[in-house]
């Protein structure tokens, strides 16, 4: 298809401008995943490693326990899932139980990824989770595949190839199933990389990061991206230093040819907000977010019924005014220039389903 992986454009003859056609699966998966003005509040529960870790130490073992791991994602989904547009949850630990406490009709997106890299000399590899892929997704029932992909535009040209390969795959098996292509991108320091050295170039190692994943051959249709600059220690949107944290955000947005979200990347809720703030005024169309929103409950554990009382309370009020700032500031999916014309089903009147699903 030309102009971009699973979609193309066409003359829209009411606004005499180019309408967007994007194949039908993906189009009502990213309408399932948004509001109904098409602003995406989406939670994220699908954590492994963040979660493992704790959970261990703090039951004194060697590894997290299936049951707890379990039994968290469970209580944020029931707390949670609620207030949010969609739910991002892993097929392992969080499918089974977090399942039953998401309402039927939120928007469900499924983690590709394994949490398990290949770390070498030259950088990080990712694969998909065993047994599991966007086929597996759309069967399901999931209305989107979420791909996370840790990459250096600076690391070993091997490593490179790899992970623009395994994006690509992602991207193909995505369109085979048509299914959304949910791409993450997040960067990450290098062997024996001087931590401040890293931190000092987050900007351009970010943007560097996404770049490639911006051509058509790789078929993202929603991008969820960290902030490219300060994760902590954000500048007030409204004071003196804003204005170098939000030209990184503008020329972040202008390069993307497809709406995107802002992940909270760790970061404590007032950091996030700021860095919502930022994305919103370059257009973001809201946020896929997990431990911004759910951190401080999540260190009471093992203390289940106090992880319950700051779930139901700190953490569902983060939350709404996650939710109130997105109704306010951000830009509606359709509403990115990629869709100036409209945007419509790719199928031929007269003809669907004919040919659909069969190459």
């Known amino acids: 298809m ?18 967007m056609k994007i194949s039908p699966g993906k189009l009502w998966g990213m309408r399932r995943l948004a509001d109904d003005r098409g602003l995406w509040k989406m939670l994220a529960i699908d954590q492994r490693t963040p979660l493992f870790g704790p959970i261990a130490q ?6 997290a326990a299936f049951d707890d791991v379990a039994r968290v994602k469970q209580m944020l989904a029931k707390h949670l899932a609620p207030l949010s547009s969609a739910v991002l949850t892993d097929p392992f630990h969080g499918y089974a139980r977090p399942i039953a406490e998401i309402p039927p009709h939120k928007g469900l997106i499924l983690s590709y990824e394994h949490h398990v890299t290949e770390n070498t000399p030259g950088g990080r590899k990712s694969v998909p989770i065993p047994h599991w892929g966007a086929g597996a997704i759309r069967r399901i029932g999931g209305d989107a595949a979420k791909v ?17 390969a395994f994006v690509r795959a992602a991207g193909e098996a995505c369109r085979a199933h048509d299914v959304t292509h949910l791409l993450e991108v997040l960067v990450y320091p290098l062997p024996n990389e001087d931590p401040a050295s890293f931190e000092a170039r987050r900007t351009e190692l970010v943007i560097e990061a996404i770049r490639p994943f911006t051509a058509p051959e790789y ?19 409204d004071g003196p230093q804003a204005a170098g944290q939000q030209a990184a955000y503008d020329r972040m947005a202008a390069m993307l040819p497809r709406p995107w979200v802002m992940l909270s990347a760790g970061a404590g809720m007032t950091d996030f907000v700021r860095s919502m703030r930022y994305a919103c005024r370059a257009g973001a169309s809201g946020y896929l977010a997990g431990r911004a929103i759910w951190a401080d409950a999540f260190t009471r554990f093992p203390d289940f019924d106090a992880m319950d009382a700051t779930l139901a309370g700190e953490a569902r009020r ?12 951000a830009t509606p999916w359709h ?6 014309g409209g945007v419509t089903p790719d199928i031929e009147e007269g003809r669907f389903p004919q040919g659909y699903g069969s190459g």
């Open 58 to 63: 703090a039951r004194g073992t060697k590894d």
């Open 2 to 19: 030309g102009g971009h992986a699973g979609s193309r454009r066409g003359r829209s003859p009411a606004q005499g401008g180019m309408v």
């Open 148 to 164: 996370l992909v840790w990459h250096r535009h600076d690391a070993a040209p091997e490593v490179r190839a790899h992970q623009e």
């Open 318 to 329: 983060n939350l709404e005014t996650l939710n109130e700032l997105t109704d306010r500031a």
């Open 219 to 237: 078929g993202v249709d929603i991008f969820k991206l960290e902030p490219p600059g300060a994760i902590k220690g954000v500048p007030d949107p």
């Open 335 to 340: 509403a990115h220039p990629a869709f100036r």
